[in-house]
């Protein structure tokens, strides 16, 4: 048969076309397997489950081994952990944010809860909440009763969410908190000048002594406290050494600043980030100043690369593997598994980085 005239096919026939030749090959490689012939080089679309044992005789159970050893490789990957970015809006202007507000859409919360659901039946072990500023909606009520839904419903080892800390109060501790592991807070530089140039400044409101309060709601509510920072040519020259101490989080997450383009750079870009890149040698120097920090976790653009599986406001996965935000259709119309494949995700970089790690407050020594 001619390819071609696959593509004159009904959908269904063709796939069951394409099925039918991928039996018709197994059952080729398995019969050159038995006939002790070398298959070096899997063919593409296949991959070697195991080869038999060299001391296995020979005879049905050595013949079964090779039945064994191929099988077609077409397996998305897990969802372990998802960030979900749910809205791009923010009260903040850091001019190297790579998730610009392009939109104001927010999914109706029935919704979203359909799609974690989804994700949680697909694999899903941690979501990550993220903007934008997730608690600008609904000034976080949204986001509360998704993490709610998340832990009570779903019951996700770890929920967390990441924010500029702003405008979250202590009511929203006391009503949620239970169900959140992880509060992560940005926070680029101890030195409120560089804050405001950076665009973390909004009028009189003080962003270091806002994360010092936070840190205080986390301890007295049982929350994993965390940090992120991103560094850039205005912070790069900073000792945080005491100050991150002093905090004592648990997470210490390091970035390198990142260009997107679309997002951060290029012409329909809502920033232009190009004066916050630095050197990769300049970030480890930074890495080196601050070795002593126990909790530290850098991540160079290098490990940032296809490691973190990302879903936009509409769930859709965002594929960065050429260097802008290319969307697959929602997981709600197609859903996890066929939008999966379109993420650009690699599982195996997620593991290089660390991206599993003790993400649950129930395994952690939170004892402060």
């Not at 005239?5 to 018709?24: F, N, Q, S, T, Y």
């Not at 507000?101 to 909440?129: D, H």
């Not at 004066?275 to 480890?284: A, L, T």
Request: charged share 30%.
């Amino acid at each position: 048969m001619q390819l071609g005239v696959l593509g004159h096919l009904p959908l269904a026939v063709a796939r069951a076309v394409l099925a039918a030749l991928r039996g018709r090959l197994g059952a080729l490689c398995w019969s050159l397997s038995l006939l002790s012939l070398p298959l070096s080089l899997p063919l593409p679309g296949w991959r070697r489950v195991s080869a038999p044992s060299p001391a296995a005789p020979a005879g049905p159970r050595r013949e079964r081994e090779r039945e064994r050893e191929w099988e077609w490789d077409d397996a998305p990957p897990t969802p372990t952990s998802v960030n979900y970015h749910f809205t791009r809006q923010c009260n903040y202007k850091c001019g190297f944010c790579f998730h610009t507000a392009k939109t104001s859409f927010v999914l109706p919360l029935e919704e979203a809860k359909r799609g974690l659901a989804m994700l949680k039946e697909a694999g899903m072990e941690k979501i990550n909440f993220s903007g934008g500023e997730p608690f600008l909606q609904d000034r976080g009520e949204y986001v509360g009763k998704l993490v709610q839904f998340c832990k009570q419903e779903l019951k996700l080892p770890s929920v967390s969410i990441v924010s500029n800390g702003s405008l979250i109060r202590e009511r929203w501790f006391k009503k949620y908190g239970e169900y959140l592991d992880i509060l992560a807070i940005s926070c680029d530089s101890f030195d409120e000048n560089v804050n405001v140039l950076i665009g973390r400044g909004q009028g009189k409101k003080n962003h270091v002594e806002n994360l010092h309060k936070l840190r205080q709601w986390c301890r007295g509510y049982g929350v994993a406290f965390k940090i992120n920072s991103v560094i850039n040519r205005f912070n790069v020259e900073e000792d945080m050494n005491e100050q991150i101490k002093a905090l004592n989080p648990v997470r210490w997450k390091v970035f390198q600043c990142l260009l997107i383009e679309g997002e951060n750079t290029g012409e329909d870009a809502l920033r232009e980030a190009e004066k916050f890149v630095i050197s990769d040698e300049d970030f480890e120097q930074f890495l080196d100043r601050h070795k002593d920090v126990s909790c530290l976790v850098p991540e160079s653009n290098q490990k940032m690369r296809d490691s973190y599986l990302i879903l936009d406001e509409y769930m859709r996965f965002l594929n960065c593997r050429n260097g802008r935000k290319e969307p697959s259709k929602s997981i709600l119309d197609v859903g996890v598994e066929a939008a999966i494949k379109f993420s650009g995700f690699d599982e195996k970089m997620f593991l290089n980085r660390g991206g599993k790690y003790v993400w649950s407050k129930a395994d952690m020594k939170l004892d402060w």
